[in-house]
């Protein structure tokens, strides 16, 4: 039990207990103590939340969501795209090189800045575009923000029970401490110095993946969804949805189907698997086991952020993945592979994941293949199910695996590791940026 006493004069326009938390308290009391301490509507140029849009298109302009902002970076395995000439999408919610976005709902408080790259984004309506003035280093305010004393403040002013969200108004009002331009300064070479790890990691990933599309033949096969389509009566299976029988699933067969390639299906190399189990939420622990879900498996690596913990109970022992196993989503987002890294030893695995032990392949270069466009494709395609596609163990295990030479599985497994690497790396000078934003405050 937490315990906050405060003055009756401290009391605002909400009466929660949980808007006293101490944590709060503390860093309000931080900020108090300190010069050059601004509203953020004072050092900045505007502030301008998104619009709902719900027509999608296979390709146009970015809809930037909330779920493609992550602390380390954005994320747009999953990207939507909008018609940005259409007349009811305004011009000022896009977003623009330089800018920082906020992600409003949700997991409230994330905040980046907008590379060039992603410039004439469009935002969603979770999500608050912020434009920055001469009075701000952007770089020193992300980090800022994402520091315990933007943190905090995000989530103590959010709005809501089920899902919080932060108003435009409660935002501009946020405490900034603006120090001298020197410190500032520091802050961004320790951003860039990431920046430029996280870009050299992609181009490893890429690199793996250029690599092994070549030694595939995908390196320029056309995955794009055909309007018109014929197919042979006698080609027919079980299936009678379009979708099932587009051009692409038949050539990426045909190619993994060359006689140049040793084929076999990945249950040839599955030693133990399960399909996870829904366990009771009023088991669950601040401290504990991990439960892996499904919004915690992205592409090879497993996202740990909210993640849930559980106690090590007898009876769900048959339900745990292990430090090299391999999960696979088989609802939602299917398709979706990652590998359980060396650091956790035991895992609990939720409902529509399959979790595999393999043997007799390098595991990195497997979880690496399955998780190639074209690859999942074919996982996309056994699904069923409407509104939530689902697949079964079945047909997952199902997928032809090549057999590539040692040495090719080798580097490619080399540089998914440099790419890892790397992106630790860049995850820790953002962590230590962010350490001295706050040793700066509590001096």
């Known amino acids: 039990m937490q315990t906050s006493t405060i003055k009756f004069s401290q009391i605002e326009d909400r009466i929660d207990a949980e808007y006293y938390k101490p944590e709060y308290l503390e860093i309000y009391n931080d900020l108090k103590k300190k010069k050059d301490v601004f509203l953020l509507k004072d050092v900045i140029k505007e502030i301008i939340s998104g619009s709902y849009i719900d027509a999608y298109f296979p390709e146009g302009t970015l809809y930037l969501r909330v779920n493609n902002l992550k602390e380390d970076g954005f994320v747009l395995s999953d990207a939507k795209y909008v018609d940005i000439q259409y007349s009811k999408i305004p011009q000022r919610i896009r977003v623009h090189t330089h800018d920082l976005v906020l992600g409003r709902t949700g997991t409230v408080g994330i905040v980046l800045i907008v590379p060039s790259e992603l410039d004439g984004a469009v935002m969603s309506q979770h999500i608050t575009k912020i434009v920055l003035s001469e009075k701000i280093n952007r770089f020193y305010l992300m980090i800022y923000l994402n520091s315990k004393y933007g943190k905090l403040q995000a989530e103590k002013t959010a709005l809501g029970s089920m899902q919080k969200e932060l108003t435009l108004d409660v935002t501009k009002n946020f405490k900034i401490l603006v120090p001298p331009k020197s410190f500032q300064q520091k802050i961004e070479e320790m951003v860039k110095d990431a920046q430029k790890k996280r870009k050299l990691a992609d181009e490893k990933y890429k690199e793996a993946e250029e690599i092994l599309n070549k030694e595939l033949g995908l390196e320029n096969l056309d995955l794009s969804t055909q309007k018109t389509f014929e197919t042979k009566f006698s080609e027919a299976e079980d299936r009678f949805d379009p979708e099932y029988y587009q051009p ?40 504990g086991i991990p439960l892996l879900r499904i919004k915690n498996l992205k592409r090879i690596e497993i996202d740990f952020e909210g993640v849930e913990f559980l106690p090590d109970l007898d009876e769900y022992q048959e339900f745990v993945a292990k430090s090299g196993d391999i999960l696979i989503s088989m609802s939602g987002t299917v398709g979706a592979v990652s590998l359980v890294p060396e650091n956790i030893q035991k895992a609990f695995v939720n409902q529509r994941i399959t979790s595999i032990s393999t043997e007799r392949i390098n595991k990195l270069y497997l979880c690496f293949y399955l998780n190639l466009p074209a690859i999942n494709s074919l996982m996309v395609r056994e699904t069923t199910g409407g509104v939530q596609k689902n697949i079964t163990y079945k047909d997952i295990t199902s997928v032809p695996v090549p057999i590539l030479s040692q040495s090719i599985q080798q580097k490619i497994s080399s540089l998914i ?18 350490l001295k934003v706050e040793e700066m405050i509590e001096k």
């Open 417 to 434: 590791q440099q790419s890892f690497k790397l992106h630790q790396e860049a995850k820790e000078l953002i962590e230590q940026a962010k």
């Open 248 to 287: 692409k699933y038949k050539k990426i067969k045909a190619l993994l189907s060359n006689e140049k390639l040793t084929t076999k299906s990945l249950k040839s190399f599955v030693k133990k698997y399960n399909c996870g189990f829904t366990f009771p939420t009023e088991i669950y622990l601040i401290k």
